[in-house]
């Protein structure tokens, strides 16, 4: 594996890097699929905001979590790592509680919002587990199959499974089965984009949680214990899916139908009020140049006659 690379006489952690070009993929992906989305401004910067605010608050989350089932499997308090779906609980319904709290466009339909963001964290997701490959932590079981992969001398992996060389004995490379599936999730997401992008929320939760689910079973690394037969995150997947399938219900109107009518509410309510800001602007523009043309009316530039014919067009726009 490449534990680290050398660029220009720096040594650059290969994991970092990764995690790196999957933020840039996050943020890059989010600006090209929204830009054609009608958006207004403020709406638009609201959600970049708080985009990057989501990222101290996963870090928060994975770490948290991730030295919760480690205490809970040692006995004592235990810390230092992060994971994945530890961040993901926390950090998907503090997205959306703030999309419907703060950003004007999205109240009452902060899900649907959420979902533009999704390619892009389904791909810096795919790239982030390249960079858990090659620094060779979240590997899988010892397996006799082609897919055996070896790790190098003191990696995570060579010291849980020592071979005769030092490196580890063939274990399932299940980083990169889950950046294949990180990376085909991303491709059905914009090859379809058109069709399900505002359900992108539901069909993540839904897939990723039963993909996560299964893969836990070739998983060899150690991420902690629940107190019971299933991983954390297997437990994780499983809400996941749960709140998936709920939401896919709600959409329907199957379900929380109080809320969903609150929502309706709330939709018009923001409609109405991106409305009136657009045509509040509009008004403030052609009153701007009206005072221009004044200007120019009392600088010479223009004649009276230029003058009121131009105020007439403007005064019945407004």
Not at 275 to 290: C, D, F, I, S, Y
């Amino acid at each position: 594996m490449f534990p680290h690379l050398h660029i220009l006489g720096f040594q650059i952690p290969t994991y970092s890097f990764m995690m790196f070009i999957g933020v840039v993929a996050m943020f890059g992906m989010f600006l090209l699929l929204t830009r054609k989305k009608g958006i207004e401004k403020r709406s638009f910067n609201r959600m970049l905001f708080f985009l990057v605010l989501c990222l101290p608050v996963i870090y928060i989350s994975a770490f948290f979590f991730d030295a919760l089932f480690h205490s809970i499997e040692e006995g004592e308090l235990v810390y230092g790592g992060i994971t994945w779906l530890g961040g993901v609980i926390c950090v998907f319904p503090f997205a959306v509680f703030c999309f419907h709290k703060w950003v004007p466009q999205a109240k009452g339909r902060a899900v649907e919002f959420f979902s533009y963001v999704l390619p892009g964290i389904v791909l810096g997701h795919g790239f982030g587990r390249l960079g858990c490959f090659f620094g060779g932590c979240c590997y899988g079981k010892v397996t006799d199959s082609i897919f055996g992969v070896t790790f190098p001398k003191d990696s995570s992996a060579a010291l849980k499974y020592p071979g005769p060389d030092g490196r580890s004995l063939p274990v399932y490379p299940t980083q990169l089965f889950e950046a294949l599936f990180e990376f085909l999730l991303f491709a059905f997401m914009i090859i379809f984009r058109k069709r399900f992008e505002k359900y992108f929320m539901q069909v993540y939760m839904i897939a990723y949680g039963c993909f996560r689910f299964s893969i836990e079973f070739l998983r060899g690394d150690d991420r902690g214990s629940t107190g019971f037969f299933l991983s954390p995150a297997q437990i994780f997947s499983i809400l996941m899916v749960i709140a998936g399938v709920l939401l896919v219900l709600f959409e329907k109107g199957l379900v929380f139908k109080k809320l969903g009518e609150k929502c309706k509410v709330w939709r018009s309510e923001a409609e109405a009020n991106v409305e009136k800001a657009r045509v509040e602007k509009e008004q403030t523009g052609e009153v701007r140049v009206l005072k221009e043309l004044y200007d120019l009316k009392t600088q010479g530039i223009i004649t009276e006659e230029e003058f009121e014919k131009k105020k007439k067009d403007i005064l019945d726009r407004l």
